[in-house]
């Protein structure tokens, strides 16, 4: 009798081992801006929300935080500005899923003062959210423009920036926000700004996409307790792909949340941003990552990997 029931409670113990082992969840590092939305379309509603949630648990934050908490291991798959890329090393992407802009994104700004424009230009406030808008920056003003400021980390506040600096750079739902405020800002301050867009700037200097960001996954998320790379692939560009179904939803989500205009959130979601990696964004990504290099900007990337 001692002996069948210690082997019970030895039988009971494994299969309590094996259950909870055999479900070890993926934890993902996702932005809460409204640009990558349509990309978590599933992971944020029915039917599939309740599935994924038995094999992923989200934390959201900034870009820039989402790239630390993936490199420090907090984190096995992140939406990661793509410069965080090229400083990482034990990660692949997730084919399929991008934020990039075919040409006007309306979120990545540079807001100048307005007289000389990019010409007078001695110092730029960049937003501290993302790496990856500030790298852009640097080689446009460096190989572009070839104009040499000096760039201040800031926090994301177009006045405070503006007191510091020539020129300020915004990112995500702040540059949203600083369009729709742009001319309530003028009469109130009198003061006339310049705002370019700098994923069109890229574009009409280089003929390819702007690439925000993309899911990367690092090479030890994956056990014979976790789903598999293959389910990932799948779970992210099925989520991708019904997000780009339920845009209305989205915007009728987002324009409540967010002081932004229902029309200008739909033109938003599906003109200026654009969600699929496709052979055109990985002409452009690997520009960016060349410019990168030769600005001294991020190290050299040889060649990007994939799950």
């Not at 034990?90 to 399929?96: E, F, K, S, T, V």
């Amino acid at each position: 009798m001692i002996r069948s029931a210690v082997t019970e409670e030895w039988r009971a113990g494994l299969l309590h081992w094996l259950v909870n082992t055999a479900s070890r969840k993926l934890v993902i590092a996702a932005i809460d801006f409204v640009n990558p939305a349509p990309l978590m379309w599933d992971f944020e509603h029915e039917p599939r929300k309740s599935e994924l949630a038995q094999r992923y648990t989200i934390l959201s934050s900034t870009p820039a935080e989402c790239a630390r908490r993936l490199q420090s291991g907090a984190a096995d798959i992140g939406l990661v500005p793509v410069a965080a890329y090229a400083l990482a090393s034990g990660q692949r992407i997730i084919p399929g899923c991008t934020v990039a802009s075919l040409d006007i994104i309306r979120s990545i700004l540079l807001v100048v003062r307005a007289g000389d424009g990019v010409t007078g230009v001695k110092s730029v406030a960049l937003d501290t959210a993302s790496l990856t808008s500030a790298t852009y920056t640097r080689i446009l003003f460096d190989k572009r423009w070839k104009i040499f400021p000096e760039f201040l980390p800031h926090a994301a506040d177009l006045d405070a920036m503006l007191a510091k600096a020539d020129a300020a750079l915004l990112i995500g739902d702040p540059a949203l926000l600083a369009l729709e405020d742009r001319e309530k800002r003028e009469a109130r301050t009198g003061e006339r700004l310049e705002y370019l867009d700098l994923s069109h700037e890229w574009r009409s200097w280089t003929g390819t996409p702007w690439i925000s960001a993309f899911w990367s996954v690092r090479d030890e998320a994956f056990s014979p307790e976790t789903v598999t790379a293959a389910q990932v692939v799948e779970d992210f560009q099925h989520s991708r792909d019904n997000g780009l179904v339920h845009t209305e939803d989205l915007v009728s989500e987002w324009s409540a949340r967010i002081a932004v205009p229902a029309a200008t959130l739909r033109t938003y979601l599906t003109r200026n941003v654009h969600y699929v990696l496709d052979d055109a964004c990985l002409d452009g990504l690997n520009l960016f990552y060349r410019y990168a290099a030769e600005c001294g900007a991020l190290p050299a990337v040889q060649t990007l990997k994939f799950l």
